[in-house]
Every structure is written in C-alpha cells, then in structure tokens.
C-alpha cells in the first residue's frame, strides 16, 4: 500500500508535490530535493505493502504519520539535505521525553540507510503499535528472533546412522518444533542432490526419465546442522514456514 498525502493537502499527490520541485522554473536544490524525495516515497512504498501511511508535507519536508489527521502528533519528519542523504527527525514517547515533543535526529547517507532510520524511528516513536508489518521488518533489520519463533530441531543424518550421511550430496528429513507448539515437516536437499536425483531417475526411468523433478522443500549448501539452522532463522526473520515455503510442511512428518 502506498504512502499518500493527508487529506486536507489534496491538491496534488505526494509525487506530483515533488515533481513540481523539477520543473524549469525550479532551483538546482529544488530540484535535488524533488529527485531525492520521489526516491524516497517509492522506497517507502516497496517496503511497506500492508501498511498504509499518510504524508504532510511542510515546506519541503515529509511528515509521516499513522493517521490521516495534522492535528496528531508528527511521529517522524524526513527531509532531503542534498547528496541524496536524508536528515529524519522523530518524537520521543511521552513515557521516554525528558520534556514536551523532544526528538531524536539522524542523517542517513544513502536510501538504503534511509529505509533502516525510517523503519527505526517508526517503531521508537511508538507511533504505530501492534503492527506486524513493521514489527516484521525491525526484526529483519535487527537480526532478531521473536519469542514467538524460537525453534528446535530434529535432524534426520544425526539421529539415523549419523555416519553414512554425504553431507554435500545427500537428502534427509527434518522436523521444526517451534516454541508455540507448531510442528513443520520438511524434506530437504543439498544443491548437489538435484543432479543425483536426476542421475538416478535416468536410470530408473522415473519421472519420465528424469523429464522433471518435484522438488523438495528447501535446497541448503550441505547437511549440517549449522547450515540448516541458519537456514531456518533467516527464513522465520521473512515469515512463518507455511508461508515462505509452503503450507504442506505445517503439522505433518513427510519422507522422500
């Protein structure tokens, strides 16, 4: 969903504000600021595809709010300050300001940088609570685990005869506990198994002698289980299993 521009300010869209900034009669610095700007709002809207946020311009800064209201508070301001780097600015929560509406600043040097300060200071600002894209996000961001996806594994190759596993060229079974009493299934390849499975199948003549292959539910490196489990984490950092992989590997034991 994209950013769009509050209400009472509907004139123009968001893009067309900052457009206006390149046309012939503008400054070089406008112009900048027009160009870096639009950058920014279709940065904003590659990330955020369930959020809605609503924009405020004022001069020729951006205010990013949670509701489609001026009157609420400005939860985080952004504006262009040339170079393609961007000076944001975002309410402290009352519980944390040492006085009325103190704000915490930062420059960001690069849009990628921009998106991580924009992601940051929406969730300090605790403008937008409960929101699950945006918790999603940090947690990416940040390189964190919720409670909530912690996780054991069973390893088929270290549980069944442990010594005759190829750990490069090999399949296996794996099972995902998750602390919430989720249980996911999963068959999973090496990259170099494909070309065995294919190998096999020719001799066979399965799957129509090697014509296809159905694949397995994940391909990692090699079977092992700091390979795997890293794995696992940055699949659960994008979402749950069922949803990133598929849903047949949710609750059920499967084998190859």
Request: proline share 4%; aromatic share 12%; net charge negative.
């Amino acid at each position: 969903m994209p950013i769009i521009r509050y209400s009472g300010q509907k004139s123009m869209t968001l893009e067309e504000f900052y457009q206006e900034l390149m046309n012939g009669e503008s400054t070089f610095i406008e112009n900048e600021i027009g160009k870096a700007m639009l950058e920014f709002i279709s940065m904003v809207n590659l990330t955020f595809t369930k959020t809605i946020l609503y924009g405020v311009t004022s001069h020729y800064s951006l205010v990013i709010q949670a509701t489609d209201n001026w009157e609420d508070d400005w939860l985080v301001t952004v504006y262009s300050i040339g170079d393609r780097r961007f000076q944001f600015e975002y309410q402290m929560p009352k519980e944390q300001s040492p006085w009325d509406y103190a704000v915490v600043k930062g420059e960001a040097n690069t849009i990628d940088e921009a998106k991580d300060f924009l992601i940051i200071a929406m969730i300090e600002s605790e403008g937008w609570p409960d929101n699950e894209e945006l918790r999603k996000l940090y947690d990416k961001l940040k390189g964190r685990i919720p409670e909530s996806k912690k996780f054991t594994l069973w390893l088929e190759f270290e549980e069944v005869e442990p010594a005759n596993w190829d750990k490069e060229n090999d399949f296996c079974n794996i099972h995902v506990d998750m602390d919430d009493g989720r249980h996911y299934g999963l068959n999973v390849w090496t990259y170099a198994f494909l070309d065995t499975a294919i190998k096999e199948d020719k001799q066979t003549g399965q799957n129509l002698n090697a014509l296809y292959q159905k694949p397995p539910d994940l391909f990692v490196k090699e079977l092992t289980r700091e390979c795997i489990e890293k794995a696992i984490v940055d699949l659960l950092k994008i979402g749950d299993l069922e949803k990133v992989l598929n849903p047949s590997i949710y609750n059920r034991r499967i084998s190859r």
